[in-house]
């Protein structure tokens, strides 16, 4: 079982940068896909990267391609969204979770883009 923690959240100019770490615990951390899904206001939550258990390969939903990377470091148990060109469309709360997810959602992180 993994247990996962987000942050780097924060208020953002359009066309900035945030990068977000997810820590995770437990031993089987590299055992799992690990996702990036995001949920903005009045909205369902909506998958935005996925990375593989090796990192070998990732995925993302269109509207990230080009301006997000996912990363993970399983040595560390960490995983990385790195936001680039961000956009006002962007803000919503940001999760970490296995991939497919489970229903535990930890707390997220916040992402404002000002526009």
């Known amino acids: 079982q993994v247990q996962l923690i987000e942050s780097g959240g924060g208020l953002v100019q359009a066309g900035g940068s945030l990068r977000l770490p997810c820590a995770a615990s437990?031993?089987?951390?590299?055992?799992?896909?690990m996702g990036w899904f995001r949920q903005a206001p009045g909205k369902e939550r909506e998958f935005v990267a996925a990375i593989s258990k090796s990192g070998a390969s990732t995925y993302y939903v269109d509207s990230v391609k080009g301006r997000f990377s996912i990363s993970r470091d399983n040595a560390k148990k960490m995983v990385y969204l790195q936001m680039n060109s961000l956009k006002p469309e962007d803000t919503a709360v940001y999760y970490c979770?296995?991939?497919?997810?489970?229903?535990?959602w930890g707390q997220g992180t916040q992402v404002t883009v000002s526009s």
């Open positions: 437990g031993r089987t951390f590299s055992s799992y896909a």
């Open positions: 979770n296995i991939n497919p997810p489970t229903p535990d």
